[in-house]
């Protein structure tokens, strides 16, 4: 005593086999993804980002990312990227140093643009610093010259941190594009329904992300994706997880937790309604007065992410190609950007701000992510010299705060980093849930592959 039991759903096996691609975290390779979101018969119509160029916003950036992207390439199967086709500016001059967490960024930045639209042109726009000014100026720079129509923004801070003549900066920068017929995309932020700048939200202050929530923006928000092993969509949930430990490390005899420790929320898409700008045209038919963030959404869960190259020399870790998986909204915004440029090519002409026409769209178009449970949630029992304990689903995934039981998906989870086992949730996202229709989490849904283009390509010509 005490002993526990625990069954459920699986999140990954045990750490003690040895079996490859087993363990978690689960991350896609492109072929996967292109299959789960119905792209290949996009490229199968010849609609492969031919002729578009996704333009990057990254600060900073990565000192191998053209090694780095050119492996990526070799290894999944993709276009090779040289001088021809990928190209990277540095309008404020070269970064003062480098940093291992923006050279991730920039690598799956770039190489899930070009997995998603494979012979679509990248430009790399590298502002020297994070500061709102140096990523205002570079954003700046690719409206001036015109880079591309698409331009995708991995970044934002909590509404409420902008001062409002960074505001009003942001704004007028998305409404310059949209006037030049570039569609701007942010990320919708990480962090919830909290402060969505980082995984570590600072509880005390809500609010959607800037620059996210402008009105001539477009916002991308999150899903968890599970396939099946034909590489089709199983489920998808809103980005949002919860953990609780259950079972100590193995070098503790991998005893039981007791009572069971509510880590909480880890992290999840960000979303809600701008407490700065009101509710654009585009977005009649939702309720309330403010912007609603995010429009549209795509992959995101570091859970069921995607996997990445970038040298240990800038991403951290021993010199040489090192394959990780990554996720975070950070990886929405340049698979749909890439998508949209794939939109682009589809109407022979600049489409503008995706959002404008999103809504726009029959649900043929978008898949709506609605609550996913399953009758396998993970339950258990704890045995101890006083009794017998037992645990609902409910139990080993809170806090729920506005997800119903039932409403979310929870799996026996053996860390490969701790040793220890957890309760892992997906679609517990802090206060914010998907619905049926546009959500906080996820706006309108993940797009459609070839429907969602032809449908864009429709709804631009009326």
Not at 101 to 115: N, P, R
Not at 284 to 313: K, M
Request: glycine content about 12%.
């Amino acid at each position: 005593m005490p002993t526990a039991t625990y069954s459920g759903n699986r999140y990954g096996q045990d750490i003690t086999n040895s079996a490859l691609g087993t363990l978690a975290p689960c991350g896609y390779q492109p072929s996967e993804v292109q299959t789960a979101y119905g792209l290949n018969s996009l490229y199968g119509a010849g609609l492969d980002g031919a002729g578009q160029t996704v333009v990057i916003v990254d600060a900073i950036g990565s000192p191998t990312i053209a090694q780095d992207s050119e492996i990526f390439s070799q290894v999944y199967g993709l276009p090779d990227l040289t001088a021809a086709n990928f190209q990277v500016y540095y309008p404020g001059g070269p970064p003062p140093a480098p940093d291992t967490g923006w050279a991730t960024e920039t690598s799956l930045d770039v190489q899930w643009v070009h997995s998603v639209a494979p012979n679509a042109r990248i430009a790399l726009v590298i502002a020297p610093t994070p500061n709102d000014t140096d990523l205002q100026a570079a954003v700046l720079f690719a409206i001036r010259h015109h880079l591309g129509n698409v331009i995708s923004n991995s970044y934002g801070e909590a509404e409420a941190d902008v001062p409002a003549g960074l505001q009003t900066t942001w704004n007028r920068l998305n409404r310059l594009a949209a006037a030049h017929g570039i569609s701007v995309h942010y990320s919708s932020g990480d962090g919830g329904d909290s402060n969505p700048s980082g995984f570590t939200p600072n509880l005390a202050l809500f609010g959607v992300s800037t620059p996210a929530d402008s009105p001539w923006a477009t916002a991308i928000g999150g899903t968890s994706l599970a396939l099946d092993a034909n590489n089709n969509i199983l489920f998808q949930t809103g980005w949002g997880t919860n953990l609780t430990r259950i079972v100590n490390t193995i070098a503790q005899g991998s005893t039981p937790v007791v009572p069971p420790l509510q880590l909480g929320f880890q992290f999840g898409a960000g979303g809600g309604t701008s407490a700065v700008y009101a509710k654009p045209g585009y977005q009649s038919g939702l309720p309330g007065n403010g912007r609603r963030v995010p429009d549209i959404a795509f992959l995101a869960d570091p859970y069921t992410g995607a996997e990445f190259i970038c040298d240990g020399s800038s991403c951290g870790g021993p010199a040489g190609p090192l394959v990780g998986v990554v996720g975070g909204t950070s990886l929405a915004c340049p698979m749909f950007s890439a998508l949209w440029a794939i939109a682009n090519q589809s109407a022979g002409e600049a489409l503008g701000q995706a959002a404008q026409l999103l809504y726009q769209l029959p649900g043929s178009a978008i898949t709506d992510i609605v609550p996913v449970g399953s009758e396998h949630n993970v339950r258990g029992r704890i045995h101890t010299t006083a009794g017998t304990t037992r645990l609902s689903a409910s139990d080993l995934a809170q806090p729920l705060q506005n997800t119903e039981d039932f409403e979310f998906y929870s799996a026996l989870y053996n860390s490969p980093f701790s040793t220890r086992w957890f309760v892992l949730t997906f679609g517990t996202d802090t206060s914010l849930t998907t619905s049926e229709g546009w959500d906080n989490v996820t706006g309108l849904g993940t797009p459609n592959g070839k429907s969602f283009v032809d449908a864009v390509t429709s709804a631009a010509s009326h």
